[in-house]
């Protein structure tokens, strides 16, 4: 007999879900994630723009959807289709009514996916639009730390003292750069999993009021829904995960990981 799966908590405080990629999942209509988030207390939904493919995708979900948000934004994974067609169309819409950050960009040096010249480039482009529009940043680093900060420092006097380096895996240098810069630091499903000892160091040494929570659906599902689509209903499971792992009563990570997100994405609301 299989054991059955705990069912998802709920809890009385909303939840800001700060990063998925709602035009990926597959399992479910939409309308159906978002119902099953919103009986969990997810307030609100910031769905990832990745490439040129899904910028426009992104602009639709958040136009469309009241609890939903986007960014505009093009993955160190889809670099090489980066030109100055795609940059004035995140620059265009940087500032759209529903759109909260440019992101998800950065550096991908584990895959490869694309040349890492051309990788720095883009970052750089993007982190300038950042600067241009004020928007915050939504920041993906894989195995490629040294270079992060290097290209974050050139824009240090002129980015928004908002942002976060999402899903983060990186070591412990990238953390205290990013964090001393007054950003915050992602984490999701990664920190339920059993070899994740590292990650689950770098949220022991960041402090409260500079943690996300985002579940990278439909990637990255948390135990223990594990071998299902991720989906925002499960952002509850990382809650709870922060809350032990930083021995925090879970009321306290809900409200200060709550006002975090609105500090990073929803500054006048």
Not at 33 to 57: D, G, H, Y
Not at 124 to 144: K, M, N
Request: aromatic share 8%; hydrophobic share 35%.
């Amino acid at each position: 007999m299989s054991k059955k799966r705990r069912e998802i908590p709920v809890f009385d405080h909303p939840i800001i879900e700060t990063h998925c990629h709602l035009d990926y999942l597959k399992d479910r209509p939409l309308e159906e994630t978002l119902a099953q988030s919103r009986q969990v207390n997810i307030e609100k939904v910031i769905t990832i723009a990745v490439s040129p493919n899904n910028l426009a995708a992104v602009r639709e979900l958040a136009a469309n959807t009241s609890c939903v948000y986007g960014t505009q934004g093009i993955h160190p994974h889809e670099a090489e289709s980066y030109n100055d067609a795609v940059d004035q169309e995140i620059r265009q819409h940087a500032t759209d009514e529903k759109i909260v950050a440019v992101g998800e960009i950065g550096l991908d040096f584990f895959y490869d996916n694309a040349d890492r010249d051309v990788q720095r480039e883009v970052f750089r482009r993007q982190l300038q639009i950042a600067c241009d529009t004020d928007r915050p940043v939504v920041i993906h680093s894989r195995d490629a730390d040294d270079d992060t900060i290097a290209i974050l420092k050139e824009f240090e006097n002129s980015l928004a003292r908002r942002g976060v380096i999402h899903s983060f895996t990186s070591g412990p240098g990238l953390a205290r750069y990013v964090l001393d810069q007054g950003w915050c630091l992602g984490f999701n499903g990664i920190t339920t999993f059993n070899k994740a000892e590292n990650v689950r160091d770098i949220v022991r040494m960041t402090p409260i009021d500079q943690i996300l929570l985002e579940t990278d659906a439909p990637f990255l599902t948390p135990v223990p829904y594990r071998g299902r689509e991720n989906a925002p209903c499960y952002l509850p499971f990382i809650a709870e995960k922060i809350a032990e792992i930083k021995n925090l009563p879970l009321d306290q990570v809900l409200s200060q990981t709550y006002q975090n997100s609105l500090r990073t994405f929803f500054p006048q609301r």
